[in-house]
């Protein structure tokens, strides 16, 4: 089924109308009578906007649906990466049931997309990327997957990852990641070298976690502008968390974001709460590309989070300090139309010709909607109903 | 209906057993027959704890369940609480109906107490005060309200604001508030000496707002010390938000924790996300008492917020970066025992002879209880159910 008239909707909260689909794509927003044997549904008059996206989780690592996984481990970057690796298996992280339960979730409450980093590292190879791709092929048409190639134990310092990260891209992963090149691998040179000339060979976009703070973080995305500059690769390099970039100097802030936009490099906010985080009205400000994604949520490193990108775009919205229907509209677009730009979704939005992805929001404008976190009535995944009140079509395993 | 036998639940998350209530109070914890006429309810084996404890908001202000309130004016404190002053009345913010709203939410997802600051202006005189008063009789059985009589718009810079905090005082409020005395008034001095006056006058504790951040909050909190020494006012203060306690210099704060122990002085904080704000694990080192409270929800500041305890538990644990299961259920006390520290609330707790105000929460142990943010089961007060499943027993005005 993908033919569908969605009537009485508010596109982006405009003014009421219908949406027709058919073959997938949106093929008018208007008033239109129902073809013979095509679905119809009423909206109810609710807000629709572009299927969310999660443009950066870890869909292969939650404990979503599993016992409460008690965690008194001391709080330390390297303990929880090696405690992960070395536990997931007997603690029983399945990657396929796992992320199965995460990207149905995300589905029920609106995502259309998911950049999904996926740990390989010389313990497990690609066995997380395997059980990921199941859970693609099992939900296409329900929502769409991106995976990062991810050396979550970090690249330089396991010998071998590079080798199974080049094997990762060479079997169809989409984008590279990587890791605090200073933090965790202890050889910014290193990580940094061997994963441009890894992008370079495959054609391959980077998107980087940088957990690293003040000047340290700000050190490393010069050393990536440097490259990006050397390997033209423009426009295809995202940073996600940039914490640097939360860091209390204007100035300094200031010129990484000049640079920023003149290589085109997206950047990938969680909002964390505890830590320094970009501005996302600076960032907007100048013209940089922002998504937001959950992160991790429930996992063997913290509690906190669910598969719903209203409930992450509230933590983005409240760490950036935002208030005004404008700012909320805007943090709205992020989780939407922030990502699309940042994974290059083609056909993505609410206009003839565009894919049919969407999303029904309850409340009076975008900046109530964004607020309220209330159930999703219906969602739309190239022009097949997904979910309905919250509740994805398909069970979760 | 103050007797109640209530089967098959788990206090503190500990063994299994019944709560056996008479006369509105825990007459023991252990397997139990029912009465003649007892009311009997089955816990389902979910986890026991006293009552939810807001102890830091604003009946008065919020505009839940009114239509969305467009906010795009500029973001500068002084506006937005000339703003509100100035507007409330044509918005529509009637205090007796809008404090009812946030306060049944509030018992609906297991808060017993409230502490909440009204604000008292030379524009509205005491007709704020009067309108909560009227929800707290109405709510009698419900909720308790406790109210701090509050200077939104500040003390020396609105002349006769001292006379109407003096006679609100007189009338019933159970604390005296105050607010930024630098930032807001200008005159620390001139404030904090009025307020200290005003509260030996009238035998009543202080709880301010102090949003003052770094040396500025510091300095002002070095002038209340001060003053609680003068005044003998040890254990009868207390300072909301406390940002400066925030700041980033390890030792300056670590001496500003040493007065607060020293003076019994006690922290209520919302851990806003976009602030600095104090550390509850920090706090709990020095044996500071420390409650919890939502702040505004969804008023003419900002749009954030619900009347949700463990909503509000999510967003100080997330901003405090608490993972461990240990540190989750302090956060749990922060959001109960804390604000009942802070209040001096009698006979809080569940061992025999304390008040029957519980709540039921779904989880396996605290931590997951309190990440969780599921609809509480059952809530009751003084023996009473007063909801079931996140809807209380009385409905919404």
């Given at each position: 089924?993908?033919?569908?008239?969605?009537?009485?909707?508010?596109?982006?909260?405009?003014?009421?109308?219908?949406?027709?689909?058919?073959?997938?794509?949106?093929?008018?927003?208007?008033?239109?009578?129902?073809?013979?044997?095509?679905?119809?549904?009423?909206?109810?008059?609710?807000?629709?906007?572009?299927?969310?996206?999660?443009?950066?989780?870890?869909?292969?690592?939650?404990?979503?649906?599993?016992?409460?996984?008690?965690?008194?481990?001391?709080?330390?970057?390297?303990?929880?990466?090696?405690?992960?690796?070395?536990?997931?298996?007997?603690?029983?992280?399945?990657?396929?049931?796992?992320?199965?339960?995460?990207?149905?979730?995300?589905?029920?409450?609106?995502?259309?997309?998911?950049?999904?980093?996926?740990?390989?590292?010389?313990?497990?190879?690609?066995?997380?990327?395997?059980?990921?791709?199941?859970?693609?092929?099992?939900?296409?048409?329900?929502?769409?997957?991106?995976?990062?190639?991810?050396?979550?134990?970090?690249?330089?310092?396991?010998?071998?990852?590079?080798?199974?990260?080049?094997?990762?891209?060479?079997?169809?992963?989409?984008?590279l990641g990587g890791i605090d090149p200073c933090g965790i691998d202890r050889d910014p040179k290193g990580q940094l070298d061997a994963l441009f000339a890894l992008a370079?060979?495959?054609?391959?976009?980077?998107?980087?976690?940088?957990?690293?703070?003040?000047d340290l973080g700000a050190f490393t995305m010069e050393l990536m502008f440097e490259r990006i500059r050397a390997n033209g690769m423009q426009g295809k390099v995202a940073?996600?968390?940039?914490?640097?970039?939360?860091?209390?100097?204007?100035?300094?802030?200031?010129?990484?974001?000049?640079?920023?936009?003149?290589?085109?490099?997206?950047?990938?906010?969680?909002?964390?709460?505890?830590?320094?985080?970009?501005?996302?009205?600076?960032?907007?400000?100048?013209?940089?590309?922002?998504?937001?994604?959950?992160?991790?949520?429930?996992?063997?490193?913290?509690?906190?989070?669910?598969?719903?990108?209203?409930?992450?775009?509230?933590?983005?919205?409240?760490?950036?300090?935002?208030?005004?229907?404008?700012?909320?509209?805007?943090?709205?677009?992020?989780?939407s139309q922030g990502g699309a730009d940042v994974m290059r979704i083609e056909g993505y939005g609410i206009a003839e010709g565009c894919n049919a992805d969407f999303t029904?929001?309850?409340?009076?404008?975008?900046?109530?909607?964004?607020?309220?976190?209330?159930?999703?009535?219906?969602?739309?995944?190239?022009?097949?109903?997904?979910?309905?009140?919250?509740?994805?079509?398909?069970?979760?395993?």
């Amino acid at each position: 089924m993908t033919s569908l008239l969605l009537r009485n909707v508010r596109p982006m909260a405009g003014a009421n109308c219908d949406i027709l689909v058919k073959n997938g794509k949106i093929a008018g927003l208007g008033r239109f009578e129902p073809e013979p044997g095509m679905a119809v549904e009423d909206g109810g008059g609710a807000i629709a906007i572009p299927g969310l996206i999660d443009a950066h989780t870890h869909l292969d690592k939650t404990t979503w649906g599993m016992p409460w996984h008690v965690n008194n481990r001391a709080a330390v970057l390297r303990g929880r990466i090696d405690f992960e690796r070395e536990h997931r298996t007997e603690i029983g992280i399945d990657p396929h049931r796992q992320s199965m339960r995460h990207a149905i979730g995300l589905a029920a409450h609106g995502a259309s997309h998911i950049r999904s980093h996926v740990d390989i590292d010389t313990t497990h190879g690609l066995s997380m990327v395997e059980g990921v791709w199941k859970t693609r092929e099992k939900l296409a048409g329900i929502i769409d997957i991106e995976i990062v190639a991810f050396p979550q134990s970090g690249v330089m310092v396991m010998p071998g990852t590079v080798e199974l990260l080049d094997e990762a891209l060479r079997q169809g992963c989409e984008v590279l990641g990587g890791i605090d090149p200073c933090g965790i691998d202890r050889d910014p040179k290193g990580q940094l070298d061997a994963l441009f000339a890894l992008a370079v060979k495959h054609g391959r976009p980077i998107d980087i976690h940088l957990h690293e703070v003040g000047d340290l973080g700000a050190f490393t995305m010069e050393l990536m502008f440097e490259r990006i500059r050397a390997n033209g690769m423009q426009g295809k390099v995202a940073i996600s968390h940039a914490f640097a970039l939360g860091m209390n100097d204007y100035l300094r802030v200031g010129r990484l974001i000049e640079e920023l936009a003149a290589l085109d490099v997206a950047i990938l906010t969680t909002g964390a709460p505890s830590a320094t985080v970009p501005s996302i009205m600076r960032l907007k400000e100048a013209g940089i590309r922002v998504g937001g994604g959950c992160d991790g949520i429930r996992d063997t490193w913290g509690p906190w989070g669910q598969p719903d990108m209203l409930d992450r775009a509230k933590v983005i919205g409240m760490k950036n300090g935002l208030r005004s229907d404008n700012d909320l509209a805007h943090l709205l677009s992020v989780v939407s139309q922030g990502g699309a730009d940042v994974m290059r979704i083609e056909g993505y939005g609410i206009a003839e010709g565009c894919n049919a992805d969407f999303t029904l929001l309850t409340g009076e404008t975008l900046a109530h909607a964004v607020v309220d976190v209330a159930p999703r009535p219906l969602v739309v995944k190239g022009g097949r109903v997904v979910a309905r009140q919250g509740k994805a079509v398909v069970d979760m395993p």
